[in-house]
């Protein structure tokens, strides 16, 4: 059996949910900025969560959601950044957490999720800046000032080992094409800074409420070697410590393992780390741990060149190129995303077995394009098979492997714009009205899926 007090939810970003871009103070973000390609959403209305934050909270709680993740716009608090504090983006902050305590449903608040203020970016570029660092202990003491008593759960970053990719993530076009050490320090200073950053998140937030609960998160995701071949296995291992252990590690022990720093020295791209930094870090370690899933990844010998120069390019080339092989015992989405619940199981366990803390599921989902029938609704079987699997391998990792996990959230409870804005590609238990450019009239409408996992709740995982 799951606990009594298992949080059932959903996670949102605040870019794919608010809109109100420019309303209320709020700054540009590195997404507002962004150059959209043609047929493809901006990120300026989203689906207008902003303004409608009430009546999606009401449908939340009529599903039973016992808990919400969202994050928090770091331009709509700090709109450049610096030390100028928006005071409205607060106050929005602070009814949307009165609103879902009211409503019964559990805040879970994510300091950062990929969008900063623009003008932080153009000043300083990206997260191997110190001053990204100063700039997020600005943000985290704005809001924790507003909301930390009243929030229980925190954690600073999405996705966090997401900074290995730091320098696509944000422009490095003042680098050569071929400044490979240039971009992997970049990536390596982006990870320890954002170590920082999150351990300065953890430290404040337990000094304004000792109750809170403070965690980490990455993006998960188990990698199997495509066959039994040494060379093979080996490979599946290191991409795979690499790639989900390089982050947990310091996060959740409070330090780098020796492998991250050999392969660092080796290499030579060591991360600039001061004395205090590291001493923040060990002593600020996470209650929790979370992660979001989607899907397993297959090596194969070829899948990472060993003459590539460095640890992190063989992983960003395993991760975005398409070497990747396609696993053939299993099905993919209509993104080619892996669909593996199995692997699930798989990683709850490795997570479990390493660190022995409580874990959430803070993402899973199935992303596909659909539309209104002419009864309003969205027959979505799919969605509802894909995720009573995955929860059926997380009760079975709960009940039969003994791993602790407390809650269940899946990516996208209301449809969002995806992480490349793509409105076509939905999530939700409930449909919103818009297109990618047609912003139609943003209504509501329940799916299938919206009852189903009513019952899913109300059952504590039982249906
Ligand atoms: C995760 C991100 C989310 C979300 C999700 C689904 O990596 O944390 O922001 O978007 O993936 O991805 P997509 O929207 O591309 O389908």
Redesign the pocket.
Known sequence: MLRKDFLWGGSV?SM?TEGAWNEDGKGESNYDARVIKDGHSDWKTAIDFYHRYKEDIKLFSEMGMTSYRFSISWARVLPFGDEEVNEKGLDFYEDVVDELIANGIEPIVCMH??DVPNKLVQDHGGWWSKEFIESFKRLTIAVVDRLGKKVKYWFPI??QNAMMFSSALFPSSDLAQNDVKGRDRRSTQSIHNAQVAGAFLRKYVKEVNPDAQVGGMI?YAPFYPVDCNPVTINKAKRIQEAFNFLTLDPMVLGEYSSETLASWKRYDIMPDMSDDELELLKNNTSDYIGF?Y?SSRLVSDQSADDNNPTEMENIMITMMSNKMEKNPYLEQSE?SWTIDEVGLRTSLNDIYRRYKKPIIIL?CGL?VEETLNDENTVEDDYRIEYLRNHINETKKAVEIDGVDCFGFLT?GPIDIL???AEMR?RYGFIYVNRGETDLKDLNRYKKKSFSWFQNVIASNGED
Do not use: R
Request: proline content about 0%; glycine content about 6%; overall charge negative.
């Open positions: 970003s794919q999720h990929f999405n996705e993006s979001s989607y993104w993402e992303g990516w995806s992480s490349q590609k």
